[in-house]
Each structure stands twice: as structure tokens, then as C-alpha cells.
């Protein structure tokens, strides 16, 4: 990552031999992104008989600013937590901190009947789709991304609330996607469209972590 290559590089990792290594992903991706000052720069599923994933984030950490990066892979069952930064007194508690969350909600995780478990994952899902939806407005993807992305997380976020009380964020997200399938799908969002989408999509986040909450 050339961004990190001058920086300080601490790493710690874990096994996740009783969690699917999917959800072990987005167990991570949520500890380390449902908090303030965190933005999605990259990440990558691999499309393969085994899984393995990573994301990176910016993170605004106190005054610092470091990087992070999750990465799950099935063989051998490891979880890697990769900061950088420029001070390894930041750096060392906050990998610790992340991984010890992580922990716990493996923990919890395990302890949740089925139906809980798939709808906690399908909110978990909500989740990243709502972080891809930023991170690709910044790099100016191509409507048809960005047109998925909302169709994904609202699809997860109500088989997540079935026999619930509607949620919000079902109706706003039908009422975006309303608003941009009309537009060229292999273009950009215009600008202020672009801007309008990526703050609503902060509620979008805040009731999809209330919820994962409730659960997790």
C-alpha cells in the first residue's frame, strides 16, 4: 500500500475456526467502520471456492490519523488487523481494542439462535453496502455500482426486519432508486445528486447499526 509504505506497520491476527469466514469479515468490518471518523477507501471479495477478503479504512483516531485494514482468509482461518500510522503508542491499542471487539461479538454471535444469526447477517451486509455506496461516489463509479449497492442494502435491511415494523430506510432507499434509474447507467452521478446520496446515506448507517446493535 503506497500510502503506508513511510508509515509504522503493526499487525495482530486471530483464528475464526467456528464463524464463517464471511461473517467473520463483516463482524470486523463493522467493529472497526460503525465508529465516528471511519471512511471505506478499498476492498475485494474473492470470487472462489475459498473466501478472502480485505478492506481498508481511513480512520480519524483522537488527533491521528491512521489506516486500517481488515483481512479474513478461509485457509488457514485467520483474521489479520493491520494498522499504520506514525506513532505505535496509537497504533498498538487501537489494533488491540479492534480485535478484542471482534472477540466479543464472535462470541455473541455464536451464542444466537438461527433466525437471529441471518438477520444480524443480513444487516451486516446492509451495512457494507452502505459504505460501498460512499467510497464509490468518491471514486466517481459508474451509476450502475451505485444503483446496486442501495438495491442490496434496502433488499438486506427489510428480510433483516421481516415481521417488524417497516423500516425507514426501506422507503427512502425506494424512493433514490426511483430517482436515479433514469440516469445513464454507466456514468457518474451528477454532482449534487452524488452529494444528496451520500448523506442520506448516513441514516441509512445510523439505522442499520441501531439495529445490528440490538443484536450484537
Known amino acids: 500500500m503506497a500510502e503506508a509504505d513511510d508509515q509504522i506497520e503493526v499487525t495482530q491476527s486471530m483464528d475464526f475456526e467456528t464463524v464463517e469466514p464471511s461473517t467473520a469479515f463483516r463482524i470486523a468490518w463493522f467493529i472497526i467502520a460503525s465508529k465516528p471518523g471511519v471512511l471505506l477507501k478499498d476492498y475485494s471479495e474473492a470470487e472462489s471456492r475459498v473466501f478472502e477478503a480485505n478492506a481498508t479504512f481511513h480512520v480519524n483516531l483522537d488527533s491521528a490519523k491512521i489506516i486500517v485494514q481488515v483481512l479474513v482468509e478461509e485457509e488457514p482461518s485467520k483474521l489479520v488487523i493491520t494498522a499504520w500510522g506514525d506513532n505505535e503508542e496509537i ?95 454507466d456514468e457518474a452521478l451528477p454532482g449534487g445528486i452524488a452529494t444528496e446520496i451520500a448523506k442520506k446515506s448516513v441514516e441509512w448507517k445510523k439505522e442499520t447499526v441501531a439495529f445490528i446493535n440490538r443484536i450484537l
Open 91 to 185: 497504533l498498538n491499542p487501537y489494533v488491540e481494542s479492534v480485535l478484542s471487539e471482534v472477540k466479543d461479538a464472535f462470541d455473541k454471535f455464536r451464542s444466537l439462535d438461527d433466525d437471529r444469526r441471518q438477520r444480524l447477517t443480513r444487516a451486516l451486509i446492509a451495512k457494507g453496502c452502505w459504505d460501498k455506496l460512499v467510497a464509490d461516489i468518491f471514486k466517481k463509479a459508474p451509476l450502475s455500482d451505485i444503483y446496486v449497492h442501495i438495491a442490496h442494502g434496502r433488499e438486506m435491511m427489510i428480510k433483516a426486519t421481516e415481521g417488524e415494523e417497516v423500516p425507514p430506510v426501506s422507503l427512502t432507499t425506494s424512493a433514490w432508486l426511483s430517482k436515479i434509474e433514469s440516469l445513464p447507467s
